[in-house]
T-cell receptor, first 114, second 116 residues
């Protein structure tokens, strides 16, 4: 089955700096890669996603890149703000017998220091 | 549109007991999946239901079971509770029908289970 590795497990940055979280996946059939943000005590929420036919996607201060050959994808947050502090989960999704199956990474706790 | 609702929000049980958690998906969503969240372990997939049928199952012991009703509401049951079952249990709903991939998951707030 699919295996998703996520690094680092914790990340501290100064406000205004950039943060990068990296993930690798094992199943070359995975074709959808969402990122979820979970603030303390709250539910995970989708913040950005990328499909396998796209190499990069941006949404304001966040961007995701995908390297299908290397099976790597990364989340980039620029000009970090205190409200970016949260746990971020990457995931890989693909067909499993005609249905979607999602596998999550172990999460990265991002702390933005004011 | 109402979000995904999970009840109860908190549960305290003792070892050996059993527990049932409930999840009501977003209206129109027929897929419900369950995850166990523990510090350092991320989101561990338990199982996924669609139209009352279990479509996918994670690597959890048979003490963990679930079901889905005709209105798409889902329940998860854990029998013979162990201390290690203490965790936040999240459910998520999506539209994902057969042949449909790349579907966004909408999570509930979770049920925090403590086993003493």
């Amino acid at each position: 089955g699919e295996n998703v590795e996520q690094h680092p497990s914790t990340l501290s940055v100064q406000e205004g700096d950039s943060a990068v979280i990296k993930c690798t996946y094992s199943d070359s059939a995975s074709n959808y890669f969402p990122w979820y943000k979970q603030e303390l005590g709250k539910r995970p929420q989708l913040i950005i996603d990328i499909r396998s036919n796209v190499g990069e996607k941006k949404d304001q201060r966040i961007a995701v890149t995908l390297n299908k050959t290397a099976k790597h994808f990364s989340l980039h947050i620029t000009e970090t703000q205190p409200e970016d502090s949260a746990v971020y989960f990457c995931a890989a999704s693909g067909d499993s017998g005609g249905y979607q199956k999602v596998t999550f990474g172990t999460g990265t706790k991002l702390q933005v220091i004011p | 549109k109402a979000g995904v609702t999970q009840t109860p929000r908190y549960l305290i049980k003792t070892r050996g007991q059993q527990v049932t958690l409930s999840c009501s998906p977003i209206s129109g969503h027929r897929s419900v999946s369950w995850y166990q969240q523990t510090p350092g372990q991320g989101l561990q997939f338990l199982f996924e239901y669609f139209s009352e049928t279990q479509r996918n199952k994670g690597n959890f012991p048979g003490r963990f079971s679930g079901r889905q009703f005709s209105n798409s509401r889902s329940e998860m049951n854990v029998s013979t509770l162990e201390l290690g079952d203490s965790a936040l249990y999240l459910c998520a709903s999506s539209l994902a029908g057969r042949g449909s991939v790349n579907e966004k998951l909408f999570f509930g707030s979770g049920t925090q289970l403590s086993v003493l």
